[in-house]
């Protein structure tokens, strides 16, 4: 039986999301894959998608929506990869209790406001230009490694050159061999 992997799209959900099908053909022959929409998963109904709309719809509320109905959804421990405000979303639920083994966060928002960590292996990766990812001290804080991809900004989970990097770390983890 496969291992069971949720992973959590960024904030555009399905809408944007394409880049999403790279991942599962990497991760499907080895994990049962669970996949949810962020923007469902917090409920949003945004008529008009812009980013500050869809941005201000998470922040104010939609965020610990989500969280609420991913506890509700998933008890079992389960490995997690998460883009973006998924990430967060993962993070706050694993702050809650939600059995995660293992959080692969790419270009996770808002985690660097958290003052605690998930109980969890945490894999953080980040863009070097990206404006979102949280400092040094932050990290030394909270005793977490961030690994900084250089020449690349918040949406680089969406580059084939990442994908493929993350999906073999992934497989290798879950084959516990070299891939």
């Known amino acids: 039986m496969a291992e069971k992997l949720v992973v959590l799209s960024d904030m ?18 080895y994990y049962n ?12 109904d945004i ?5 500050e709309n869809v941005h201000n719809a998470f922040v104010e509320g939609g965020i610990d929506v989500a969280v609420a109905h991913l506890l509700k959804r998933e008890t079992k421990p389960v490995r997690v990869l998460a883009f ?21 966060a790419i270009s996770a928002t808002r ?4 003052t605690a960590r998930p ?9 070097e230009y990206d404006m979102f990812k949280p400092g040094l001290h932050w990290a030394n804080d909270l005793g977490v490694d961030i690994k900084v991809i250089p020449n ?12 493929d990097e993350v999906c073999m770390n992934m497989l290798h983890k879950v084959t516990k061999t070299a891939v």
């Open 119 to 127: 109980d969890c292996d945490l894999d953080l990766i980040y863009g």
């Open 12 to 29: 555009w959900g399905i809408k944007k999301g394409l880049w999403i099908t790279s991942y599962f053909g990497y991760l499907q022959q």
């Open 152 to 163: 690349f900004g918040h949406e680089l989970y969406s580059d084939e050159k990442i994908i």
């Open 47 to 51: 008529p008009v998608q812009t980013e």
């Open 84 to 104: 973006s405000t998924g990430g967060t979303i993962a993070w706050k639920a694993g702050l809650k209790g939600w059995p995660m083994k293992s959080l692969t």
């Open 33 to 44: 894959i669970q996949f949810y929409d962020i923007q469902q998963l917090a409920t949003l």
């Open 111 to 114: 985690i660097r406001l958290e």
